[in-house]
């Protein structure tokens, strides 16, 4: 377990971060300037919080960067030119695994010989990733490794981060600004704004917590987790369940037992008060009204928790009085599949 409580970071003297992260994927998010790589070099030794204590499984870190074993991926590749691959994942440390095995696990072990001016970017990132795996780090730290990525390579980035960290035995602190990666990735979420953590806990209910351009630049979501029951290979589809409920989505390359994230966007989910017969969206979720909050004298927003997750749904203030919504009410999150990503 990580525990952070630091108050004053370079350029930031009012800044103060307290919280505790346990091992597994913990993202941090928050809009640019925010605090979020400020955060991540003082937990690394790199910069020294003015005051404060940072505690891993119970004990304070060394004050010397060297001497934490924190493994490190920064937003550009930092690898050193005249160094090859192999060198350049073993570099300054000794580990248990050696670089081939290390490659090996993240698909570069032909490129163990080369160097980096000949990898491409999304290459150069997991070379990185290796480092920081590399020695057995105590803590990972990653500070916006996919920004700078093609996008046609960062859903491949994304699935091998996840697939390597997410059930890390060490804490993995993964600082984004954009809340769709967090939701594919993390257990749980920091959200900062100004030096300040606004948020934090489990990354749905937290996410629900939150609201505005900081945080979600593309528009809100919500999340839900679930366990592919079959495949119906004549239409394509994939039966999801969801707590004791299930939903149908497009197969792509889901396996029967995969566990699995939906993301749903609250502009397209439609509340009824009663289960519909003859429409399109095919899911249709039971839950119940957890908050109603309006932002002006047209438009609300409905949480509706729905098997111990939280969904969002945008709506008209008129509609909310039409259907005699009221917290703690039954309602159905009714959805198109084709709307989950």
């Known amino acids: 377990m990580l525990d952070v409580n630091v108050r004053g970071t370079r350029g930031n003297p009012e800044a103060e971060y307290r919280f505790s992260a346990a091992p597994g994927i913990t993202a941090i998010v928050g809009p640019s300037g925010a605090g979020k790589t400020s955060l991540l070099r003082v937990i690394a030794g790199l ?17 010397s960067a060297a001497q934490r074993q924190v493994g490190m991926v920064f937003q ?30 993240l698909g570069i072990d032909h490129l163990l010989h080369r160097y980096p001016a000949g990898l491409s970017g999304g290459e ?6 290796g480092r920081a795996l590399f020695g057995a780090p105590k803590l990972i730290l990653f500070d916006e490794p996919l920004s700078a990525i093609d996008p046609r390579l960062k859903a491949d980035l994304i699935q091998l981060v996840r697939k390597h960290f997410a059930k890390a035995e060490v804490p993995v602190l993964y600082v984004t600004h954009q809340m769709e990666e967090a939701a594919q990735l993390a257990q749980n979420l ?16 937290t996410m629900a917590r939150l609201d505005g351009p900081a945080f979600f630049e593309n528009g809100i979501t919500s999340l839900l ?16 369940s969801i707590g004791q409920q299930q939903v149908d989505l497009p197969r792509r390359d889901l396996k029967v037992d995969e566990q699995v994230r939906l993301r749903i966007w609250a502009r397209d989910v439609l509340l009824a008060k009663n289960r519909l017969v003859g429409v399109s969206a095919r899911n249709q979720l039971e839950g119940q009204i957890e908050m ?4 002006d004298r047209s ?7 729905v098997e111990g997750e939280i969904v969002r749904a945008r709506v008209m203030v008129k509609t909310i009085a039409e259907l005699e919504m009221v917290i703690g009410q039954s309602v159905f999150v009714i959805f198109k599949s084709a709307s989950v990503e």
């Not at 910069?47 to 499984?57: C, Q, V």
């Not at 150069?124 to 990733?129: A, H, L, P, T």
Request: charged residues 25%; aromatic residues 4%.
């Open 225 to 240: 987790s679930g366990t592919v029951q079959s495949i119906d290979d004549e239409y394509g589809l994939a039966r999801i």
């Open 299 to 305: 438009q609300a927003e409905v949480l509706v928790r």
């Open 292 to 295: 109603i909050r309006t932002f």
């Open 76 to 105: 550009e590749p930092r690898l050193l030119p005249h160094y090859s691959v192999a060198q350049n994942i073993e570099l300054g440390r000794q580990g248990p695994q050696s670089a081939k095995v290390l490659a090996e696990r």
């Open 47 to 63: 910069d020294l919080p003015e005051t404060g204590s940072i505690k891993l499984t119970g004990n304070d870190l060394p004050v």
């Open 124 to 129: 150069k990132q997991r070379v990185m990733i």
């Open 190 to 205: 920091i959200a900062i704004e100004n030096g300040k953590i606004v948020a934090q806990g489990p990354i749905g209910e």
